[in-house]
């Protein structure tokens, strides 16, 4: 039983590493992956390891080389599309959303489209309003596509190695500001179910659903929550379609107060979904509106204090939590 | 710089207040700690004093006209002539009466029933709470965002409360959480006030109500079975009760003092709530008597009542017996460490209870002074919170009228009331013989969730043996 202490985007590489070895099918692809060992540095190593016919470097055109994965998919091949970043998938977004989410269901089953297509997605540092957007409802809102976004290195590593397997389009958001975590991890093999939140701090007061950066973020907050004598739940859905509604009900009943925190916008975010699927089925269990933490409703900026302002932050959070404990 | 002066919460309990007088004028200029008016609340005639300075510039309740706390009552202004029109308008808008919002307990679910505060004696069912003031008209939290402009994040554009003031629709509002728990309680929701926005009733209330022992539930008929739960007495309606139909013969309606509806509220609560039984005995007070004789005799100046004796002497017992000095909390037995004893006094208005603290540490003369001074001021309806609230058990004297015999009404959260009828002269069985010799009889009523029958008997065994030999209040 022995672990490992290894980096987020390290564990993202061992992911794919281990499933390419398992199952010859799989190959990956995208801009830079290959010779310069990835943009991130996310596939350190696999061409070596690899060869070129499944570590495969493109050329800048998300539309062709997505249009060319899932046409690999559909003959046999498991293929995993990189983009350098999820902006760029919005060049290929016809592709995704036209193509791969669809040919199972219009060719009556006869083409399923098993792909991933992953790559670091939301704000970074400074990175400005076209390479900061949130593309996380804009995917789970098809269906025929599953959407996952991990927040530990641990949920990474396994989740990816679920959606590798899985037999559907999946698309994996991870997020730039993780890549450089370190997190012990399990030295043998494990996967993470696609499907299932986790409770990942237990609490008594109110219900934060927070997924990728902003999970870790109140992960790091707990002490200014306590100094406020705030007792937290934080729910990570870790998946965001197909949504894990029962881990979220049973979280409602037991705090009786949501505050839903997302990085994206707030019209049509994830956070509106899943305050809908709470107030379907939790309704008898609130004792205050569900409160929703979200970006500002602008582009976000390149000038470093109003990409912070436009953010969520950890007072925000407890500003909000404050609010459903009627105690503002 | 012009601002709305609100009827303030004087105490933890007031839900409306009453301007008595005005003790400025408009135009006048006050300062801070200068009283502006005498407001009477459910229990006295209290002092509000300012807190800023300015120029009075407008009065926006008559004296007499009974508003909820946090209605605008007046306009104060740095100067004493600037324009005041925006905030006539203000007032105008916060005007008819905006629902009062006591607070209920400000406990977290998890820590129970929230039954950390001390007990508000008589009136009361909800606990009070430390809040004073209203909460302030702007959204708190746009004070505190992080950074600047797009208000966005918080909930106050779009979903969450208004204003604090309830819409004044009549509807009462409530949190479906809040409405679950009062159903499983058996709870009677419709008649409480909310502690949230626009008077919303949540989960805290609901707590607050079940610690404070709130009637549950009735049935909507008349003649309908009483929730489970509620004492087996006729049901009471929450509402008012309907006046009965034919040709009335000729009456006047009366309006109820704030005093008399808290009595009347508190009254039926106990009623319905605390399971009541009675226990009395007849005592000997030949010696109880001849010892109050020759403390007068050795200390002529100082006048103490039968009634004194007989506070510290149950003051004695309950050390005794200290399942009588306790309080029934859902879900635990809460013990006294100390014996603070209510004594009941009538005033103009109605029954109030003022509270001797710590009677085990305290002799005759001092409990005698206290209580006379306690007395005096409930009749200037001058007491204070502190003075009324709390209390461990009650005693309640109708000996000075000639009543023989009668049972108090325990005043929740306590667990217990002791009646003392009058001193009555008739024969009595000494030996064989039949003479004639002094008795009163005591009653005990008891929350039969605390004290059980024996212990009750055993309490009233001890009190009267400690009134038959007084020197046992040495021991």
């Known amino acids: 039983m022995g672990t490992q202490t290894i980096f987020f985007r390290e564990a993202l590489n061992q992911a794919m590493v281990e499933e390419m ?42 539309n062709g080389f997505t249009g060319i994965a899932i046409g690999a998919a559909m003959t046999g091949l498991r293929p995993i599309v990189e983009f350098m970043s999820f902006n760029f998938a919005l060049v290929a977004f016809d592709q995704i959303v036209s193509n791969a989410a669809k040919t199972l269901y219009m060719s009556g089953g006869q083409f399923p489209i098993p792909m991933v297509l992953r790559g670091p997605g939301g704000p970074a540092a400074q990175v400005a ?4 957007n949130v593309v996380d409802s804009l995917f789970a809102y098809f269906p025929g596509l599953k959407v996952v976004s991990p927040s530990t290195a641990y949920d990474a590593k396994g989740l990816l190695k679920s959606a590798i397997r899985d037999n559907n389009p999946v698309v994996f958001i991870e997020n730039e500001m993780l890549y450089g975590l370190k997190e012990e991890l399990p030295e043998e093999e494990y ?26 973020m109140i992960q790091g907050a707990l002490e200014e929550f306590a100094k406020e004598n705030i007792s937290v739940e934080l729910v990570d859905p870790r ?30 975010g994830v956070g509106a979904q899943i305050a809908d699927d709470i107030y379907s089925r939790c309704f008898d269990d609130l004792d205050a509106p569900i409160v929703r933490v979200t970006h500002t409703d602008n582009p976000l900026p390149y000038a470093k204090n109003i990409e912070a302002a436009s953010l969520p932050s950890p007072a925000q959070v407890i500003q909000a939590a404050k609010q459903v404990l009627y105690r503002l | 710089m012009a601002m709305l002066l609100s009827m303030p919460s004087l105490s933890p309990t007031m839900e409306t207040g009453v301007i008595t007088t005005w003790r400025k004028s408009v135009g006048d200029h006050i300062d801070v700690g200068e009283v502006l008016a005498e407001i009477e609340t459910d229990k006295a005639v209290m002092d509000y004093e300012m807190a800023d300075e300015g120029f009075i510039r407008a009065f926006l309740v008559e004296p007499g006209q009974e508003v909820p706390v946090g209605t605008p009552i007046a306009i104060l202004s740095e100067t004493a002539d600037e324009d005041i029109s925006e905030t006539e308008q203000q007032a105008k808008s916060q005007a008819p009466a905006a629902a009062p919002q006591p607070k209920a307990q400000d406990q977290p679910p998890a820590a129970g029933n929230g039954s950390g505060q001390p007990p508000a004696a008589p009136a009361a069912p909800q606990q009070p709470a430390p809040a004073p003031a209203q909460p302030p008209a702007t959204p708190p939290q746009q004070a505190q965002q992080a950074a600047a402009p797009p208000q966005a994040q918080q909930a106050p554009a779009p979903s969450a409360a208004p204003a604090p003031a309830a819409p004044g629709d009549g509807r009462v509002r409530i949190s479906p959480f809040a409405r679950k728990l009062a159903e499983q309680q058996g709870l009677n929701w419709q ?59 000729p009456f006047e309606d009366l309006p109820l003092s704030m005093m008399r509806k808290v009595i009347a509220r508190t009254m039926t609560q ?85 509270v001797v603290r710590n009677v085990e540490q305290k002799g005759f003369a001092q409990i005698a002074t206290e209580v006379r001074a306690l007395a005096e001021k409930a009749r200037e309806r001058k007491l204070t919170p502190e003075e009324y609230q709390g209390g461990t058990f009650t005693i309640s004297n109708m000996g000075m009228f000639g009543v023989t015999e009668f049972n108090a009404i325990i005043n929740p959260p306590q667990a217990a009331i002791l009646a003392v009828a009058g001193v009555m002269r008739e024969p009595v069985v000494q030996g064989d013989d039949i003479v004639p010799g002094q008795t009163m009889m005591i009653t005990l009523s008891s929350d039969h969730r605390v004290i059980d029958g024996v212990a009750a008997a055993e309490f009233l065994a001890t009190l009267s043996s400690i009134i038959e030999t007084p020197l046992a209040m040495l021991m």
């Open chain 1, 239 to 268: 998946t965001i379609r197909p949504l894990d509604v029962d881990t979220i009900a049973a979280s409602v009943a037991k705090t009786h107060r949501v505050v839903i925190l997302e990085e994206g916008h707030r019209f049509c």
């Open chain 1, 21 to 62: 070895e398992r199952d010859p099918a799989v190959f990956l692809m995208g801009e830079e992956v290959g010779q310069y060992n990835g943009a991130y540095k996310v596939s350190l190593n696999m061409l070596d390891r690899f060869g070129p016919r499944r570590v495969v470097d493109t050329p800048i055109s998300e």
């Open chain 1, 129 to 132: 309003a076209q390479h900061s």
């Open chain 2, 270 to 354: 106990s009623k319905q709530t605390v399971p009541h039984f009675q226990t009395s005995r007849k005592v000997r007070v030949e010696a109880f008597l001849e010892l109050r004789e020759q403390l007068k005799a050795q200390f002529p100046d100082v006048r103490i009542s039968i009634n004194d004796m007989l506070i510290k002497a149950c003051a004695v017992a309950l050390r005794k017996h200290p399942v009588i000095n306790s309080q029934f909390l859902d879900d635990r037995i809460r013990r006294f460490n100390t014996v603070d004893v209510a004594v009941a006094v009538n005033t103009d208005d109605g029954l109030i209870t003022p």
């Open chain 2, 191 to 249: 008649s409480l006030q909310g502690s949230g926005p626009g008077g919303r009733i949540v989960a805290r209330d609901i707590e607050g109500a079940i610690a404070g022992g709130a009637p549950p539930a009735q049935a909507p008929a008349p003649q309908a079975q009483p929730a489970s739960g509620a004492a087996p007495q006729a049901p009471a309606p929450a509402r008012a009760a309907q006046p009965p139909s034919g040709p009335l013969p």
């Open chain 1, 191 to 216: 996967t993470v179910p696609i499907g299932e939140a986790e409770v990942k701090v237990q609490g008594s007061d109110v219900t934060v659903i927070a997924y990728s950066r902003m999970a870790h």
